[in-house]
């Protein structure tokens, strides 16, 4: 099972940028998706969450401007970022709970992290 995230880049202050992340391989089911961004030198910190039935939590600091989603049928999430400022600067990882075939539990799988560079 593979996480693969897109999108990042530079962008001016005020601008917008899409993630998304595609799960591939083979499993059962994907369960709550989310995203976490992190600064060099500090720790990892939850950005959104999604589950299954669509329920999203946000941290503070994007409340209002991201939006998760999720494309069930594409196994596939994303992340609109809009007003994006210095702040928002950060490696961006997006990961899931997936259950893998044979009904074992479900675990965490990462993406291998997209960068996001906002100018000032």
């Known amino acids: 099972v593979q996480l693969q995230a897109s999108g990042g880049g530079l962008v001016q202050s005020g601008g917008s940028l899409r993630l998304s992340c595609a799960a591939s391989g083979s499993f059962d089911h994907i369960g709550t998706l989310g995203w976490d961004r992190q600064v060099s030198g500090n720790a990892r910190e939850l950005v959104a969450r999604i589950t299954t039935g669509g329920a999203t939590v946000y941290s503070d600091s994007v409340k209002g401007r991201f939006t998760i989603s999720r494309d069930n049928a594409q196994s596939t999430a994303y992340l609109q970022m809009n007003k994006l400022g210095p702040e928002d600067t950060a490696v961006y990882y997006c990961?899931?709970?997936?259950?893998?075939?044979?009904?074992?539990?479900?675990?965490?799988?990462w993406g291998q992290g997209t960068q996001v560079t906002v100018s000032s």
């Open positions: 990961n899931a709970g997936i259950r893998l075939r044979g009904g074992r539990p479900y675990y965490t799988y």
